[in-house]
């Protein structure tokens, strides 16, 4: 499965971003989709979470109530549509696809395939 993430660029505080992610090359409905997030210095954080139907989201603290994820199976997108937008959001942001993992338990370590990242950035 080949992953394209696209839509980061620079926002204000207070402002809103969605990124998209692109699959291709596998059974998308098949897979578990997350977007995780790595600020310089930091390590890689899980932030959200969707089902194989996209009936089920999890997300992070920090997040929650922030952003939304979602998934279109019949055009093989997931979504992260991201409000409220702080400078401590900023991080490259990377979707990813596991197969055999339930999604309140998705972690990094165990994802199956990452797209490249797409830097967000948002000032203050």
């Known amino acids: 499965v080949q992953l394209q993430a696209f839509g980061g660029g620079v926002v204000q505080a207070g402002g809103s971003l969605r990124l998209s992610c692109a699959a291709s090359?596998?059974?998308?409905?098949?897979?578990?989709m997350a977007w995780f997030r790595q600020a310089p210095g930091k390590e890689r954080e899980f932030i959200t979470s969707?089902?194989?139907?996209?009936?089920?989201?999890y997300y992070s603290h920090p997040v929650k109530g922030r952003f939304t994820i979602s998934r279109d199976n019949a055009k093989n997108t997931v979504s992260l549509q991201m409000g409220s937008l702080e400078p401590e959001d900023t991080a490259v942001y990377y979707c990813?696809?596991?197969?055999?993992?339930?999604?309140?338990?998705?972690?990094?370590?165990?994802?199956?395939?990452w797209g490249k990242g797409t830097q967000v950035t948002v000032s203050s």
């Open positions: 090359g596998g059974t998308f409905g098949a897979y578990v």
């Open positions: 969707i089902s194989r139907s996209g009936g089920n989201s």
């Open positions: 990813a696809a596991v197969l055999n993992v339930a999604p309140q338990w998705v972690q990094a370590a165990g994802m199956d395939y």
